[in-house]
Structures are given as C-alpha cells and as structure tokens.
T-cell receptor, first 118, second 114 residues
Framework: GAGVSQSPSNKVTEKGKDVELRCDPI?????LYWYRQSLGQGLEFLIY????????KSGLPSDRFSAERTGGSVSTLTIQRTQQEDSAVYLC????????????????FGAGTRLSVL | AQSVTQLDSQVPVFEEAPVELRCNYS??????LFWYVQYPNQGLQLLLK??????LVKGINGFEAEFNKSQTSFHLRKPSVHISDTAEYFC????????????FGKGTRLHILP
C-alpha cells in the first residue's frame, strides 16, 4: 500500500515569499504530524492533528507558520514571509491515532520536503 | 514533561565492530520507548519499540535495545555493524497515557568506517 507522500520533495524560494508544503497520509490514519528537521537540531515537533479535534499547535515557532487538514486527510503546512532560518527538511508522519491504542501509535514518515530559503 | 537525551551526536565505528547508541529519557509517568532510523535522503522508519514485558527488545536489521527503568535508559546495540547501517538514529518516548504524541531526541549519526 501507499505510504505517506510529501510534495514537493525540494523547494527553493526567496526570502519573504510564502510556501505551501503538502502531506498525503496513509489511508485510514486519523493522526497526522508535522516536524521540522534542521541540521544538528534533531526533530522538532510542529503540529499534530487527530481526527476532528482541534489541532495541537504547541510546536509552531511563530505565527508565520500554519497548517490545515482538509477532510481529515491531506494536510498543508504554510509558511508565510519565509526567512532563511526556515530552511530545513519538513517531515510529515501519520498514525492510526487516538488514545487508548496501547502504544500502537507507530508513526509512519514521508520522505520530507527540503526547503531552501535564499 | 518528557524529554529524551541522546548523548552522542555522532558515533564512528569500524565495520563488523559492535556499537551502542545511548539514550536517556525523563518522564514522571510510565512510557513507551522507540528507536527510529533515517537513511540518507529518506524519512524515518521504526527500528524497534518497547511497550511492556521483556526489557530486551529486538528490532529489524539485527538491532536490539534494553529498557532500564532504574537508569531511565534505552540504549540501542548491534553486535556487528555493516556499511549499510550508516544512518541517523532517533530515540523517542511517549507517555503511557498520551501515546499519541511522541518526543524525539536530537539523533545520533552512525558512521561506519571501512
């Protein structure tokens, strides 16, 4: 079956421009996560969607970052007025989701979008 | 709040030698523990997980990890590494009661020397 799909795989943009990154999770997965991976910084949690619940936005670094998930499936991460420090790999993951799954919430990751802000 | 510390950012090791990647966590509640691997230019994939039961967990590609509650550690080991093990390895923890959110360590890059 298809895994988590992210597009584009690479994005080069100019400082100040807006960008949209797309994530298509595994069919049937109700939970979706966005992470940012910067060199030497490891994996930084950004935002988490679970079903129809309000998203957990606690990891978003500034109000220039936002994300939505339409129809409980595809998600778009938007970065407005990009800055050079936004350059990183943005990873999306999905899982079966929900509490009470006894630790079976294994996250499945996409290959990521490498964002370069010039 | 939970946190994960991977003590080594990079570990060089000769091919066919053993390796241990260290991971310590802090949490006020019971936890689930994971190791993920990221090969070059790919996303992360699950290597192994500890949920309950035996403290020695075996994963894919000959890796294993041991959960040590008293030392709050979950070190990853392999008795003999191969060049194909070159990757970044992430330790992660989730709350037993909030297992939908996983906290990742900063990763350890494993370099296999010929």
């Amino acid at each position: 079956g298809a895994g988590v799909s992210q597009s584009p795989s690479n994005k080069v943009t100019e400082k100040g421009k807006d960008v949209e990154l797309r994530c298509d999770p595994i069919s049937g997965h109700t939970a979706l996560y966005w992470y940012r991976q910067s060199l030497g910084q490891g994996l930084e949690f950004l935002i988490y969607f679970q079903g129809n619940s309000a998203p957990d936005k606690s990891g978003l670094p500034s109000d220039r970052f936002s994300a939505e998930r339409t129809g409980g499936s595809v998600s778009t991460l938007t970065i407005q007025r990009t800055q050079q420090e936004d350059s990183a790999v943005y990873l999306c993951a999905s899982s079966l989701g929900g509490r009470g799954f006894a630790g079976m919430n294994i996250q499945y990751f996409g290959a990521g979008t490498r964002l370069s802000v010039l | 709040a939970q946190s994960v510390t991977q003590l080594d950012s990079q570990v060089p090791v000769f091919e066919e030698a053993p390796v241990e990647l260290r991971c310590n966590y802090s949490s006020s509640v019971s936890v689930y523990l994971f190791w993920y691997v990221q090969y070059p230019n790919q996303g992360l994939q699950l290597l192994l997980k500890y949920l309950s039961g035996s403290t020695l967990v075996k994963g894919i590609n000959g890796f294993e990890a041991e959960f040590n509650k008293s030392q709050t550690s979950f070190h990853l080991r392999k008795p003999s590494v191969h060049i194909s093990d070159t990757a970044e390895y992430f330790c992660a923890v989730s709350d037993l009661y909030r297992d939908d959110k996983i906290i990742f360590g900063k990763g350890t890059r494993l370099h296999i020397l010929p």
